[in-house]
């Protein structure tokens, strides 16, 4: 039987953005779902998972109080936070850097396990070879500021970074000690066999991000759907034997509590057979 935990990311209940003040203002730029939150974990957990991932926004327009008593009155578990930066440009990295220990700070003090972060910039004149090195240097440190608060530290590749698909992914973990987070849909998107992938790195993959993709138009989907079956993802975790928290997450969706009750339904189905 799998060993495996399910949470579900609040960020589908609403739209997707991050902070105009970080426009100047680079330390106080964040990600966050502009969305109830209360509704999101209601759902979350009235779909059957048992665990919450949240942009640091989202995680720090709450106190440590009111985000501890959220949880407990929906029998949520925090699994995750999500961080990002361009983690390529020098002056600015402290800044980066100052943002991301004030989410794992929060994240740790509410018993998540995992702290996750996207990025690496691509600039306007073309990603250059050092770009991958600063790229990994910095994700040291994040993994550097995640051990010092009992967190697992994971990097994230991700569309319109620098780290797409398959030779990206391999090039920056041979760069950096930081745990890989595959995210399914973005990996497919970008040209890359996900199984494949978490089989190629499993020994990197604690945690891990499940979401359907439709290649035309594009647009992430429920597990139940799309253009990139789930279900030989699900198997390479079986072979490679994972354990731990899968989070399914959905970027948008006409009504979020339905995409998450759609991809929990297919994941029992799946999981048991």
């Given at each position: 039987?799998?060993?495996?935990?399910l949470?579900?990311?609040?960020?589908?209940w609403?739209?997707?953005?991050?902070?105009?003040?970080?426009?100047?203002?680079?330390?106080?730029?964040?990600?966050?779902?502009?969305?109830?939150?209360?509704?999101?974990?209601?759902?979350?957990?009235?779909?059957?998972?048992?665990?919450?991932e949240?942009f640091?926004?989202?995680?720090?327009?709450?106190?440590?109080?009111?985000?501890?008593?959220?949880?407990?009155?929906?029998?949520?578990?925090?699994?995750?936070?999500?961080?990002?930066?361009?983690?390529?440009?020098?002056?600015?990295?402290?800044?980066?850097?100052?943002?991301v220990?004030?989410?794992?700070?929060?994240?740790?003090?509410?018993?998540?396990?995992?702290?996750?972060?996207?990025?690496?910039?691509?600039?306007?004149?073309?990603?250059?070879?050092?770009?991958?090195?600063?790229?990994?240097?910095?994700?040291?440190?994040?993994?550097?500021?995640?051990?010092?608060?009992?967190?697992?530290?994971?990097?994230?590749?991700?569309?319109?970074?620098?780290?797409?698909?398959?030779?990206?992914?391999?090039?920056?973990?041979?760069?950096?000690?930081?745990?890989?987070?595959?995210?399914?849909?973005?990996?497919?998107?970008?040209?890359?066999d996900?199984?494949?992938?978490?089989?190629?790195?499993?020994?990197?993959?604690?945690?891990?991000?499940?979401?359907?993709?439709?290649?035309?138009?594009?647009?992430?989907?429920?597990?139940?759907?799309?253009?990139?079956?789930?279900?030989?993802?699900?198997?390479?975790?079986?072979?490679?034997?994972?354990?731990?928290?899968?989070?399914?997450?959905?970027?948008?969706?006409?009504?979020?509590?339905e995409?998450?009750?759609?991809?929990?339904?297919?994941?029992?189905?799946?999981?048991?057979?």
């Open positions: 039987m799998v060993q495996w935990k949470a579900y990311h609040a960020n589908c609403g739209g997707l953005g991050g902070d105009a003040v970080g426009v100047t203002s680079i330390t106080q730029l964040r990600y966050r779902t502009f969305g109830d939150m209360d509704r999101a974990f209601a759902d979350i957990a009235a779909a059957g998972y048992a665990g919450v949240l640091d926004g989202n995680l720090l327009d709450h106190s440590a109080a009111a985000m501890r008593k959220l949880l407990a009155d929906s029998g949520l578990d925090l699994v995750a936070t999500y961080a990002g930066g361009n983690f390529i440009f020098d002056d600015i990295l402290p800044e980066e850097l100052a943002r220990t004030r989410a794992a700070e929060r994240a740790a003090e509410l018993g998540a396990p995992h702290l996750v972060v996207g990025g690496g910039a691509k600039r306007f004149d073309g990603t250059r070879e050092p770009d991958f090195h600063k790229l990994g240097a910095a994700l040291d440190r994040v993994k550097d500021i995640a051990d010092g608060m009992g967190l697992r530290a994971h990097y994230h590749p991700h569309l319109s970074t620098i780290v797409e698909g398959p030779a990206e992914v391999a090039k920056i973990f041979d760069l950096t000690a930081i745990d890989f987070c595959p995210d399914t849909a973005h990996l497919a998107a970008a040209g890359g996900p199984a494949q992938l978490v089989r190629d790195h499993a020994k990197r993959i604690t945690y891990v991000h499940l979401k359907g993709f439709q290649r035309d138009p594009f647009a992430f989907t429920p597990l139940d759907r799309g253009d990139v079956p789930t279900g030989p993802i699900l198997q390479a975790l079986k072979d490679v034997g994972f354990a731990g928290w899968v989070c399914t997450e959905l970027d948008a969706w006409p009504d979020p509590a995409g998450a009750r759609l991809s929990m339904d297919y994941l029992n189905r799946a999981i048991a057979g």
